[in-house]
Every structure is written in structure tokens, then in C-alpha cells.
């Protein structure tokens, strides 16, 4: 799997460095016009690492489209590794590099405010609360992208063609995601009990659809692996 | 003598459409066995299944006694009609990545394959010619020491040097203890290096043997009885 992860993220290594390049280069050029443009400054800054999220969660859903689809399939799925490797091996290239669009994102952001968001974030909030915001951040990732991973390997298995297997995916993608949202809503009225998480805001989580959220990701991960390994024809 | 591949009733549909109707065919251990019928025949879905690429709609296969998976790809060394590179690879990287994913990778072998074939490590893969790229899938294909090698169109597109050149390649590189099957529309050229063929016509073997045993009893040549079946 370790290979898996080497090639996929050279794979992807110029995509990043665009892409983190332009974040740096844009806020640079936002630097120079502290003092002029005052507050535009700022949410110009947010925007550019919002857009370049946005890019980088793209490049994430074709770590598993690109194989899919297209001939570089073949060796991919020719490679002596389980369903599993690459489907870990997808899930682990993508935090990797959302990761380091996000770090870079927010460290010219804190550069550009001289630190001072950052500061009162600190001040209002503790270390183990911001280390629980981060981890929450990458379980949302992860889950995200394996829901969307099974919808698009459905897809391919269900209908025959590129162009009809990925509308085939968006459609399978809002169907199940409306299901899954009626789901939760059942979940936390039966089952109302709730952890409050107290930050500058309090945070409530349900505990049952907390469990659920947990038990769909695994069974859309090992669904997921064996469909790859499985099912899934070139 | 061991059978490295079987393929019993093998059927695979695609919708509508049957593109294996029960095929049988079986690969003994040391032969190179030539696959041979036109366009949409069934050749390449079958190399795709024994590959595990591509999944049975019924009937069995079995490479190795085990049917095609992580195992099975472990021995196999499948050599596709498309262009399989990652964009980005020199053929150093496509070296080395065969070398990372495949324990029987030899990278000595590789390296003069790829002096046999005159191709520079440092070429991009994009750079290079549909020849140049045929002989790099080749020569990463032939650098493993696998029990099963399957070629489909090995010289599809390719000039007739160059065909002379892959031959040759195969031929060197083929061991006793391994066995190859191989597809190709280009029968008369190939002809020589088959032990036993197998022609397949709409998703059927229908006339399979040794291949010097059929010159024999048919007196023609492989490619004269090739046209003469699918006439």
C-alpha cells in the first residue's frame, strides 16, 4: 500500500505544487494591498484558499475516476493489491493532499493578518479542542470522499460507458445521500441522547448518528475495496 | 503435464451482447499458445478475465488452481492493447515502479531488454512513438519471471522491424517453466513461435491443438488454416 501512496502522490505532486503556488503568489500579491483595499484583503485571502480547496477536493474524486475510466486502469488494477490497499491508498493520498492545500491556505492567511486570527482563536480556544476540530475535520474528509468513492465504483459496475457510468454515479450520489440524511434524521429523533462539546460555541454531537456515521463508512470502505477487487470491469 | 491456466464453460455478457459463449481452453506449463480470430472474436475479454480485469457472467477459470485475484496477478504478467502510463513516467519510473509492485521483477533483465530495444531511461513515456512504447510495454512485461505471460497484439501498430525485434525478444525471454498466451491478427509472423493454438469465433474455441500437429494434418500453415476457418 506504501507503494500505492508513493506513486499517487507523485503522481499528483505538480497538481499540488499549482496549486500551493498559486495560494502563496495570490497572497503575496494581497500583502501589497494591506493599507489600500483594507477588508477585502482578508476575504480575499479566505476565497483564494476556499477556491483552492475546492480544486484540490476535485483532484481528490479523480484519484479513483482516473482508474476507473480511463487505460491507466490497467495498472493500477493488473497490480498484485487487494481492494483494500487501494482503496486505503486513495483515502490516505487525498487527506495528504487536502492537508497540505489547507496548511499552506492558512499559514499565508495568518501571514497576511500578522497572526491575528490565529491569536484570538488561542485565546478563546484549547489546544485539545482545536486538535478535536482538526481530527473532525479529516473524519468529515475520509467519510466524504469513501461515499463518494462507492457511488462512483457503482456506477461503473451499473452502467456501461464513461459518460453514463459518472451521470449514472451523480445520481446514484444523490439518491443514497438523501436516503442517508433520512436515515440520520430517524437516527437522532430514537435515539436523542447527546455529548456536548463546550468551545467558544457549544458543540452538541448525537451519539446514534454518531455510531452510524461510523458504521456506514465501514461498511462503504470494505463495500467499496470489495467491489474494486471483485467486481469492478475494465 | 500441469495445466497453469483452465477455462471451463467460460461465458461473459455485456448487457446484450455475448462476448464469450462457453469457452474452454487450457494452457499447458512451456507452451506458448497462440489465440487467434478476428475482431470481436472474444480474444481480449478472455485475456481480460485470465488477467482479472474483467469478471465471468458464468463459467470457470482458474489460473494456478486459484481464480484470477491478487494471487493470480502476482504470476501473471498481462500485456494490454492500451496505453497504460502514468502521464508523468520517464521510463526509469516505469522500471522502477514494476520493480516496487512486482516481487519477480528482474532488473537486470530489464535493463538489457531495454538496451536490446534501444530505449533511453530518461525518455518521457509521452514522448515515445506507439513502437517504442509497444517495446517498453514489453520489455517491462518480459523483465518478470512470471508462469503466465499474456500478450494481447504484441505487435499491433508496430513496423515489421520492429515486429522481427519483439519476436526475437519474446523468444530470448520465454522459459520452460513458464507459459504464454498470446493474440494476434498478424498470424503469419507469429506463427513459428507457437507450440499449440486455439481458434476462437463469436465467444467459442472452435479448433484447438499442436500447432505442428494441425500443419501436419491439415497441410497448411497456421495462417493458411487461419483464413481458411474464419473465410
Keep these: 500500500m506504501l507503494n500505492l501512496i508513493k506513486y499517487e502522490v507523485r503522481g499528483k505532486f505538480l497538481t499540488i505544487l499549482g496549486i500551493c503556488?498559486?495560494?502563496?503568489?495570490?497572497n503575496l500579491f494581497l500583502m501589497t494591498k494591506i493599507g489600500s483595499w483594507e477588508i477585502a484583503v482578508p476575504v480575499l485571502s479566505g476565497f483564494l484558499g476556499i477556491g483552492a480547496l475546492i480544486v484540490i477536493s476535485i483532484s481528490s474524486l479523480t484519484l479513483m475516476s482516473d482508474y476507473l475510466y480511463d487505460d491507466q486502469g490497467y495498472l493500477l488494477f493488473t497490480l498484485p493489491q487487494s481492494g483494500v490497499s487501494i482503496?486505503?491508498?486513495?483515502?490516505?493520498?487525498a487527506v495528504i493532499q487536502i492537508s497540505i492545500v489547507t496548511i499552506v491556505s492558512m499559514l499565508m492567511f495568518c501571514l497576511l493578518d500578522q497572526g491575528r486570527l490565529l491569536n484570538t482563536i488561542l485565546s478563546y480556544v484549547?489546544?485539545?479542542?482545536?486538535?478535536?476540530?482538526i481530527l473532525i475535520h479529516l473524519w468529515s474528509i475520509?467519510?466524504?470522499?469513501?461515499?463518494?468513492?462507492?457511488?462512483?465504483?457503482v456506477g461503473k459496475i451499473a452502467l456501461k460507458g464513461k459518460k453514463l457510468g459518472k451521470i449514472g454515479s451523480f445520481i446514484i450520489f444523490f439518491l443514497l445521500s438523501i436516503v442517508r440524511a433520512g436515515l440520520t434524521f430517524v437516527i437522532s429523533n430514537s435515539f436523542p441522547q447527546i455529548v456536548e462539546v463546550h468551545s467558544v460555541t457549544t458543540m452538541t454531537i448525537n451519539i446514534g448518528s454518531t455510531i452510524f456515521d461510523i458504521i456506514m463508512f465501514a461498511i462503504l470502505f470494505m463495500g467499496t475495496s470489495y467491489l474494486l477487487e471483485h467486481k469492478v470491469d475494465l | 503435464m500441469?495445466?497453469?491456466?483452465?477455462?471451463e464453460n467460460l461465458c461473459k455478457s455485456y448487457f446484450n451482447k455475448k462476448a464469450l459463449r462457453g469457452a474452454n481452453l487450457t494452457i499447458q506449463q512451456g507452451k506458448i499458445v497462440g489465440l487467434l480470430g478476428p475482431n470481436g472474436s472474444g480474444k481480449t475479454t478472455f485475456l481480460k478475465i485470465a488477467a482479472g480485469i474483467l469478471h465471468p457472467s458464468s463459467g470457470k477459470l482458474l489460473i494456478d488452481g486459484q481464480e484470477p485475484g491478487v494471487y493470480t496477478k502476482s504470476i501473471v504478467s498481462y500485456l494490454p492493447d492500451t496505453e497504460y502510463f502514468l502521464k508523468w513516467m520517464k521510463i526509469k519510473d516505469a522500471i522502477q515502479y514494476?520493480?516496487?509492485?512486482?516481487?519477480?521483477f528482474d532488473e537486470k533483465k530489464a535493463a538489457e531488454l531495454l538496451e536490446f530495444m534501444k530505449l533511453d531511461t530518461n525518455s518521457s513515456v509521452k514522448s515515445l512513438s506507439k513502437g517504442m512504447k509497444e517495446k517498453l510495454k514489453l520489455t517491462l512485461v518480459l523483465s518478470r519471471k512470471a508462469k503466465l505471460y499474456i500478450l494481447d497484439e504484441p505487435l499491433g501498430g508496430v513496423d515489421p522491424t520492429a515486429r522481427e525485434k519483439i519476436l526475437d525478444a519474446i523468444i530470448n525471454n520465454f522459459s520452460e517453466n513458464s507459459s504464454m498466451i498470446i493474440t494476434t491478427h498478424l498470424v503469419n509472423d507469429i506463427e513459428r513461435i507457437f507450440d499449440d493454438v486455439a481458434f476462437i469465433s463469436d465467444g467459442e474455441i472452435v479448433l484447438q491443438g499442436n500447432a505442428e500437429?494441425?500443419?501436419l494434418s491439415k497441410n497448411q500453415s497456421i495462417d493458411e488454416l487461419y483464413r481458411e476457418v474464419f473465410q
Excluded: P, Q, W
Excluded at chain 1, 503556488?21 to 495570490?26: R, S
Excluded at chain 1, 484549547?126 to 476540530?133: F, R
Excluded at chain 2, 500441469?2 to 477455462?7: E, G, R
Design chain 1, 21 to 26: 503556488l498559486t495560494v502563496i503568489m495570490g
Design chain 1, 87 to 93: 482503496m486505503a491508498s486513495r483515502l490516505i493520498v
Design chain 1, 126 to 133: 484549547e489546544v485539545h479542542e482545536l486538535l478535536y476540530s
Design chain 1, 142 to 153: 475520509v467519510s466524504a470522499l469513501t461515499f463518494i468513492y462507492f457511488c462512483m465504483v
Design chain 2, 2 to 7: 500441469y495445466n497453469i491456466l483452465k477455462a
Design chain 2, 98 to 104: 514494476f520493480k516496487d509492485f512486482y516481487a519477480d
Design chain 2, 213 to 215: 500437429e494441425l500443419r
